[in-house]
């Protein structure tokens, strides 16, 4: 059984980085589309990119495009999110899912297994 483990969240200025991991474990990750979700407690998850496990094609969200950067690195069996300029309507909690048909997107549905999230706060 896949487990998916996020971490690298926290506090941040406005303007500021942070680079959020997800390692997983259970399984290899060569096999999955990992994507990368935030969340407002109380209302749905936004997808924010994902990562397919062919080519490595990337995909983003209109509101994080030319800011955040999704890698892989399949020897250490982890998926990063690189987020820059990061803006106060970036604090949600993030959440890291992988899809065992390789092929992902920005629904949840499209997940099969999903990590316990970590929080990312911008604020001044």
């Known amino acids: 059984q896949l487990q998916l483990v996020e971490s690298g969240g926290g506090l941040v200025q406005p303007g500021g980085s942070l680079r959020l991991s997800c390692a997983a474990s259970?399984?290899?990750?060569?096999?999955?589309?990992i994507g990368w979700f935030r969340q407002v407690p109380g209302k749905e998850r936004e997808g924010v990119s994902y990562?397919?496990?062919?080519?490595?094609?990337?995909y983003y969200a209109d509101s994080v495009k030319g800011r955040f950067t999704i890698s892989r690195d399949n020897s250490k069996n982890t998926v990063y999110l690189q987020m820059n300029s990061l803006k106060p309507e970036d604090t949600r909690i993030y959440y890291c899912?992988?899809?065992?048909?390789?092929?992902?997107?920005?629904?949840?549905?499209?997940?099969?297994?999903w990590g316990q999230g970590t929080q990312v706060t911008v604020s001044s």
């Open positions: 899912a992988a899809d065992s048909s390789g092929l992902g997107g920005l629904r949840e549905l499209e997940y099969d297994f």
């Open positions: 259970g399984s290899t990750l060569d096999y999955y589309a």
């Open positions: 990562i397919m496990n062919s080519d490595g094609s990337t």
